[in-house]
T-cell receptor, first 113, second 111 residues
């Protein structure tokens, strides 16, 4: 069964450094999302992306965040200057649209030192 | 999107049916009910979804009350691997709508 894949599984970065989290959505999906989950807390929506542009973003998704679909398969989340509070699990999700469910990857654990 | 209420935790004996309730009393006519689960810190795993009819797949059954104000996810024969946090999410269906995850129900399946 096709699945959403995310790399790396764990990323350790110094505070202030840039980090890029990568996702390969399911191939026929059109809608893409990033969520994050701080340890012990709820899964929170960050951003949705469709037709090469952001559809919606949360207040968490400030100017230090950006997303890109650089080619036909990858979907990336960039954090420009990381902060300690960016430490979290980041999940990518995708779906075909309408009432179809979003499918999630297993996430990237981002640790900021 | 309508708010959901779930018990924080439930226990279930291995091999027995697990019935996880969800209250969504403010649901509107164009909102679907989705169930996901999260095992440890893995990504949320889709289980099942429905609008008003009961649904069944290889993982579970979803029972939605006639007034649609509540639903129950049924795992017919729970195993230890079903220990997870289960999320009930109500979502207006348009194409790029996000999911709101609440706190969910921690299901503990015990031998």
């Amino acid at each position: 069964e096709p699945e959403v894949t995310q790399t790396p599984s764990h990323q350790v970065t110094q505070m202030g450094q840039e980090v890029i989290l990568r996702c390969v959505p399911i191939s026929n999906h059109l809608y893409f999302y990033w969520y994050r989950q701080i340890l012990g807390q709820k899964v929170e929506f960050l951003v949705s992306f469709y037709n090469n542009e952001i559809s919606e973003k949360s207040e968490i998704f400030d100017d230090q965040f950006s997303v890109e679909r650089p080619d036909g398969s990858n979907f990336t989340l960039k954090i420009r200057s990381t902060k300690l509070e960016d430490s979290a699990m980041y999940f990518c999700a995708s779906h075909t649209g309408g009432n179809q469910p979003q499918h999630f990857g297993d996430g990237t654990r981002l640790s900021i030192l | 999107d309508a708010k959901t209420t779930q018990p924080p935790s439930m226990d279930c004996a291995e091999g027995r049916a697990a019935n996880l309730p969800c209250n969504h009393s403010t649901i509107s006519g164009n909102e679907y009910v989705y169930w996901y689960r999260q095992i440890h810190s893995q990504g949320p795993q889709y289980i099942i979804h429905g609008l008003k009819n009961n649904e069944t797949n290889e993982m579970a059954s979803l029972i939605i009350t006639e007034d649609r104000k509540s639903s129950t996810l049924i795992l017919p024969h729970a195993t230890l691997r079903d220990t997870a946090v289960y999320y009930c999410i109500v979502r207006v269906v348009y194409n790029f709508n996000k999911f709101y995850f609440g706190s969910g129900t921690k299901l503990n399946v015990k031998p």
